[in-house]
T-cell receptor, first 119, second 116 residues
C-alpha cells in the first residue's frame, strides 16, 4: 500500500526565514508521481508541483524549491524568505495507478503540515 | 488554465433532505473526477472516483447509496448526499484530472455542508 508521511504537523516561523517541509513516501510502483499542494484558509487546494519518479532533478520556482531524493524516498519542499501569505496547510501527495494502462491516477495524501508565518 | 469550479460553496440544510454538489472543469475535459471529504484539521479522504459515462468507484466504507455520483459529461460531475444527517456535515472537495497537463489533479474550491 502507498503511504505518505509528513512528520511535521505544525511549523511556525518568522517572516523572511527559510523553512523546509518534509515528505517521505512508500510505494511499490516503479512509476509514480509526487505532488505538493497548498491549502490556504479559504480551503481551496492549489497545485504547486508535480514530479515523476524518473526525474530526480531538483526544481526551483521563485522562492519555492523541491528536493527529490529517490534513494531516501523523500520529496522535501523549501520556501525561501517566507512571507505571511505563505501561511497555509501544505500537503504532499503520491499518485497511484489504478490499472495497467496507467490511467486514473489516485492520490494518497499525507496528513499535511500547517505552516504559520508570523510578521 | 486548469480551473475547476464547485457549486455551491456552502449549503445549510435540514436533516433528511438531499443536497447536490456540482463540480465542473472549466477549461479542460476531465474523463476522471474525484470526490474527497475533509474534516477540520485533517487530510483529504478520497470518497470515490468518477469516470465519465460509467459508474463511480467508491472507496471502502463509503456508502454508494448515500453518496450518489454522476459524471454525465466530460466537464461535469455531481455528488448528491441523500437523506443528509448531521454526521454528513463536512467539507467536500472535488478534483478533475487533466490529461493534457500530465494527469495532474486540479481541485475545486470546496463545498461546506452543514446539516442541522
Amino acid at each position: 500500500a502507498q503511504k505518505v508521511t509528513q512528520a511535521q504537523t505544525e511549523i511556525s516561523v518568522v517572516e523572511k526565514e527559510d523553512v523546509t517541509l518534509d515528505c517521505v513516501y512508500e510505494t511499490r510502483d516503479t512509476t509514480y508521481y509526487l505532488f505538493w499542494y497548498k491549502q490556504p484558509p479559504s480551503g481551496e487546494l492549489v497545485f504547486l508541483i508535480r514530479r515523476n519518479s524518473f526525474d530526480e532533478q531538483n526544481e526551483i520556482s521563485g522562492r519555492y524549491s523541491w528536493n527529490f531524493q529517490k534513494s531516501t524516498s523523500s520529496f522535501n519542499f523549501t520556501i525561501t524568505a517566507s512571507q505571511v501569505v505563505d501561511s497555509a496547510v501544505y500537503f504532499c501527495a503520491l499518485s497511484e495507478t489504478l490499472n495497467s494502462g496507467g490511467s486514473n491516477y489516485k492520490l494518497t495524501f499525507g496528513k499535511g503540515t500547517l505552516l504559520t508565518v508570523n510578521p | 488554465g486548469a480551473v475547476v469550479s464547485q457549486h455551491p460553496s456552502w449549503v445549510i440544510c435540514k436533516s433528511g433532505t438531499s443536497v447536490k454538489i456540482e463540480c465542473r472543469s472549466l477549461d479542460f475535459q476531465a474523463t476522471t473526477m474525484f470526490w474527497y471529504r475533509q474534516f477540520p484539521k485533517q487530510s483529504l479522504m478520497l470518497m470515490a472516483t468518477s469516470n465519465e459515462g460509467s459508474k463511480a468507484t467508491y472507496e471502502q466504507g463509503v456508502e454508494k447509496d448515500k453518496f450518489l455520483i454522476n459524471h454525465a459529461s466530460l466537464t461535469l460531475s455531481t455528488l448528491t448526499v441523500t437523506s443528509a444527517h448531521p454526521e454528513d456535515s463536512s467539507f467536500y472537495i472535488c478534483s478533475a484530472r487533466d490529461r493534457g497537463r500530465g494527469d495532474t489533479q486540479y481541485f475545486g474550491p470546496g463545498t461546506r455542508l452543514t446539516v442541522l
